[in-house]
């Protein structure tokens, strides 16, 4: 469990410095991301180390958005009087992404042939 | 009473008060979402969010306050992002198998989620910033906020945004994809993912473990592709 959090930091960290030395536009643990993902391709080994770790953080990712989502609600005022309509933005949005997302894997999966009988 | 007083002015400023009061606000959420048979509607996170804020105003606590204890919690989200790395390695030969309808479902859900939110807020009578800082809503929050900065928005009206897409997308995705009885796990996550970034992979961890991993692709691919999308839409506006 240390072990793990201990390369899941380092790996953030690396990312950190690598996105701000670079002066890239993505955040530093979207590229520690990569980074881990990259190193795990040359250590499978390391998959070992990190997934208990790893499991743990992501079958509790929700908890993990608590803070923000409470930093969201003194600050529901300021949509104003353009409320209403954002909030109809934003669910139909969210609605159609998710249609047009999963219509088209699923298309293209058709034209490719890439069936996957472990989740059918 | 002063002990109350002085006991309460040391609760207050210390971070183990709301430290201890967010993972308990999360687990009555989970404990809710349970009791509710599952039912979307009782988010986990909604429900904590709710309990919270009731609390902090009930109290008068100020949200940096609050956050000196929660952001312990927040911390978390980091090495979370890159724990995402593990499902990603471990279903590796499935993602390549299916690189075509990722990309095309990529590039398919990003331009919807930007330009139907645009299209109905600007149709509805929202102009300037707030319409500008609604445009980057499906991107993961740091990536968003940068966006929005960027293109004149409000990096802070975003942020509500960004969360409110969260949500939204985390209670409808079950539901809709039910009814439309798509039971392929790869597309249902990876709709999640560019539709409602970490809110909605962090749903799509505690349905299934493939959905999580292809949703974890799902948000990371669609950062990338907001920060290219956004700028050169917004010039347009």
């Known amino acids: 469990m240390v072990a793990g959090l201990a390369i899941l930091l380092s790996f953030q960290l690396a990312g950190e410095i690598a996105s701000r030395a670079l002066g890239l536009p993505v955040p530093g643990p979207v590229l520690g991301l990569g980074l881990l993902l990259a190193a795990l391709a040359l250590l499978p080994d390391l998959a070992e180390r990190v997934a208990p770790t790893a499991r743990v953080l992501l079958a509790n990712l929700s908890l993990l958005f608590v803070p923000a989502g409470v930093g969201v609600v003194g600050h529901l005022d300021r949509l104003g009087e353009d409320g209403v309509a954002i909030f109809a933005a934003i669910l139909v949005s969210t609605v159609l992404a998710l249609l047009v997302a999963v219509g088209t894997f699923l298309a293209v999966r058709r034209l490719v042939g890439a069936e996957d009988g472990e989740s059918q | ?237």
Not at chain 2, 101 to 118: E, H, K, Q
């Open chain 2, 1 to 237: 009473m002063n002990d109350i007083t002085g006991l309460w002015s040391y609760l207050s400023q210390e971070p183990l008060l709301w430290l201890t009061a967010t993972i308990l606000a999360y687990l009555a959420g989970d404990a809710a979402f349970r009791a509710a048979g599952r039912r979307p509607l009782v988010n986990p996170v909604l429900v904590a969010v709710v309990i919270l804020a009731l609390l902090l105003w009930i109290s008068r606590t100020p949200y940096q306050t609050y956050f000196k204890g929660a952001q312990f919690v927040h911390f978390m989200l980091g090495p979370a992002t890159v724990a995402l790395a593990v499902p990603l390695w471990t279903n590796a030969a499935r993602v390549r198998r299916t690189l075509l309808p990722i990309a095309a479902a990529l590039v398919a859900g990003s331009l919807t989620a930007i330009l139907s939110a645009l299209g109905v807020a600007a149709a509805l009578g929202v102009r300037g910033e707030a319409l500008l800082s609604l445009a980057p809503k499906s991107a993961t929050a740091p990536v968003a906020l940068g966006i929005s900065e960027q293109i004149g928005g409000s990096p802070t009206l975003t942020a509500v945004l960004v969360i409110l897409t969260g949500i939204t997308g985390a209670i409808v995705v079950t539901p809709l994809m039910d009814a439309l009885r798509v039971r392929d796990w790869r597309a249902r996550g990876f709709a999640v993912g560019v539709a409602s970034h970490g809110i909605g992979t962090a749903r799509a961890f505690q349905v299934n473990e493939t959905a999580g991993a292809f949703a974890g692709i799902g948000m990371g691919l669609n950062a990338l592709l907001t920060a290219i999308l956004v700028p050169l839409i917004a010039g347009w506006l």
